[in-house]
């Protein structure tokens, strides 16, 4: 007689059921209909006239040792500085941007084909400042003044918003407005409708200002100031919105 036939024959056939049981799932999963759907991108824009400028000035002088090039400089951007605060900047809104300290070098030429040595004829600092200016209308005396005590290089100007997120909600609203209709659009050229949304998301990155070509002038200055011109910031969203199709 062989040991144990019954209990070998008797878990196999338990065994069965539960392997198929197991497999039920998956035939389940692969024989259901995937859900008809649309997907669609959106893309809003929403644009704002600017209220706050970000300027970036540099303070560049030359001597021939580092030690009078520095205090040049220093004496200059010191006398900027001073006059920026006079004009109604914070000192939150005053930032150093860079420094640096560069030896200047004379290449001369050769008469003989041979290479001649870099001689040092001295040295050159930078002092570049980053300036938030929240009120427009002293934009260009501004400017016009710090060139004046020794700003002469940069000049780099950013136009933004203190407070975009009304202008970032206007966007949005605007992207998922562009999406239902094109969606409409390709629901009526199917013959289709569409149903509810099934999924939506934003796949724009950190908005950033964005100047458009409508420019609008500013409030009058000085004569002696720096002609400004503010225009208007853009700010976009773009959107992917999937819809399912009504049965």
């Known amino acids: 007689m062989l040991p144990n036939t019954r209990?070998?024959?008797?878990?196999?056939?338990?065994?069965?059921?539960?392997a198929t049981a197991m497999g039920l799932p998956a035939l389940a999963a692969d024989s259901q209909q995937r859900e008809a759907a649309i997907s669609v991108s959106g893309e809003g824009q929403a644009s704002v006239a600017p209220d706050?400028?970000?300027?970036n000035l540099s303070v560049v002088k030359q001597a021939k040792t580092a030690?009078?090039?520095l205090d040049e400089n220093n004496k200059a951007m010191s006398d900027v500085l001073a006059a920026l605060k006079k004009a109604g900047i914070a000192e939150r809104d005053l930032q150093t941007s860079g420094f640096s300290v560069q030896p200047?070098?004379?290449f001369p030429q050769s008469n003989d084909g041979q290479q001649q040595p870099p001689q040092l004829v001295g040295y050159q600092v930078s002092n570049s400042l980053s300036v938030r200016?929240?009120?427009l209308s002293k934009l260009g005396a501004i400017l016009d003044e710090a060139v004046t005590l020794g700003v002469n290089q940069g000049g780099d100007i950013q136009f933004t918003n203190d407070k975009p997120q009304a202008a970032m909600e206007e966007a949005r609203k605007n992207a998922v407005a562009d999406a239902i209709k094109k969606a409409k659009t390709l629901a009526a050229a199917a013959d289709v409708k569409i149903g509810r949304v099934i999924e939506i998301s934003e796949t724009s990155p950190r908005p950033q200002p964005v100047p458009v070509l409508r420019a609008a002038m500013m409030k009058e200055?000085?004569?002696?100031?720096?002609?400004?011109?503010?225009?208007e910031t853009s700010y976009n969203v773009t959107v992917n919105?999937?819809?399912?199709?009504?049965?």
Do not use: C, H, K, Y
């Open 7 to 18: 209990t070998i024959a008797f878990s196999l056939l338990l065994g069965l059921p539960a």
């Open 52 to 55: 706050m400028a970000v300027l």
């Open 67 to 69: 030690r009078e090039a």
């Open 104 to 106: 200047q070098f004379n």
């Open 133 to 135: 200016v929240r009120d």
């Open 221 to 231: 200055a000085a004569d002696s100031a720096v002609p400004i011109q503010g225009g």
């Open 241 to 247: 919105v999937t819809f399912s199709i009504a049965q």
